[in-house]
């Protein structure tokens, strides 16, 4: 059995950073382990702007700790009006990515787009400059059961988008459904995808399970929502394949504790500290840890056509405890697992 594993750099390509004090809590987590990460651009306002995006990234970066080498790799959030010139100026300014957002889908959506056709003219500069479009792949028309809002969308809106524009660079973010591996497989390589630690660890069960019996667990609640357990498997297939398609995102999206264990409570599962943890723990439990540096370290930086990072991080076979929470401005912030005990650890 292997104790230890020593990987490349990891990367995470789907990150939620937050801004203000938030930043001192949560960047130096994300920069202990990963080389780069691309931040997600749902703050409040969004960032829509190229320049708004240099200035988050100002920001950013002086929350890394120093002496630490972690770059956040910027992305705009795609608005029904996002002019299709500033995507000329995301290019200068070194943006990678442009998020869509259906509007109302998800946390900080609700300036999101209300109808792709609205967005035509910005798509086409975006196909012709090479920058990818990230997508928050689920429908949100009330109808729609929330358990089927992704396999609807990829059918309703990406199978016609991606005819319209066949060389757009796409990656359907956090997917959580068979359905949703079917589709990248089958797609060309302008299609990526990116997998979190906790959609490949656990299954809908896991938010309403107690110590001895039934209960509501808000910190397993995040969207895309946990799927059924042949969902869960379907991803776990897809991330140790081997295929260059999948990658890590850890999605690791911090809420204050308060606002996640109340009446209505925010969606977003705060995997940061302890990341490549559970991805260790999700590819050894199927015999797969060979393939974990392929998905973390090289597979998203080939799809964005970055440089795979030099230096190494090593996982070793140790229980440990996660940290019960960590001060976050004047709240508290709870890790997924905090209290729990994990197998590997980050040495
Ligand atoms: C994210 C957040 O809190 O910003 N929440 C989540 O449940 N994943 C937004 C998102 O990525 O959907
Ligand atoms: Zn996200």
Not at 7 to 21: F, K
Not at 224 to 246: C, D, N, T, Y
Request: net charge neutral.
């Amino acid at each position: 059995m292997m104790q230890t594993i020593t990987l490349t750099r990891p990367d995470d390509w789907h990150l939620h950073l937050r801004d203000g004090v938030a930043l001192q809590t949560v960047v130096p987590h994300s920069a202990a382990q990963f080389g780069r990460a691309i931040v997600m651009p749902n703050l409040q306002p969004p960032i829509t702007t190229a320049a708004a995006a240099l200035a988050y990234r100002a920001r950013i970066r002086a929350a890394v700790p120093p002496g630490v080498q972690f770059e956040p790799l910027m992305t705009l959030y795609l608005t029904d009006n996002l002019p299709a010139d500033e995507i000329k100026r995301a290019v200068e300014a070194g943006v990678v990515a442009v998020k869509l957002y259906p509007a109302g889908a998800t946390t900080h959506s609700d300036a999101g787009v209300t109808d792709l056709r609205k967005t035509w003219k910005t798509l086409e500069a975006m196909q012709r400059a090479g920058m990818p479009l990230l997508l928050h792949g689920e429908v949100t028309t009330p109808e729609v059961d929330i358990f089927d809002r992704e396999a609807v969308f990829i059918e309703r809106q990406l199978i016609p988008l991606r005819h319209d524009f066949p060389e757009l660079k796409i990656v359907l973010e956090h997917i959580t459904t068979r359905e949703a591996v079917q589709y990248v497989n089958a797609a060309d390589r302008f299609t990526g995808a990116t997998l979190t630690a906790h959609h490949l660890l656990f299954n809908r069960n896991a938010i309403f399970t107690g110590a001895s019996g039934a209960g509501l667990r808000p910190h397993y609640f995040c969207l895309p929502v946990l799927k059924r357990e042949m969902h869960r498997q379907a991803l776990l297939q897809a991330a140790s394949s081997g295929s260059a398609k999948f990658f890590l995102g850890s999605d690791s999206a911090p809420h204050a504790a308060h606002l996640k264990e109340s009446a209505v409570g925010c969606a977003g599962c705060y995997t940061a500290p302890v990341a490549m943890e559970l991805y260790a723990q999700a590819f050894d439990s199927v015999g797969a840890l060979d393939q974990l540096e392929a998905f973390a370290s090289f597979n998203g930086a080939d799809f964005y056509g970055l440089p795979r990072n030099s230096g190494h991080i090593t996982l070793k076979r140790e229980t440990w405890v996660v940290p019960e929470s960590f001060a976050y401005d004047e709240a508290l912030l709870k890790p997924l697992r905090s209290g729990e005990t994990l197998p590997w650890r980050m040495v």
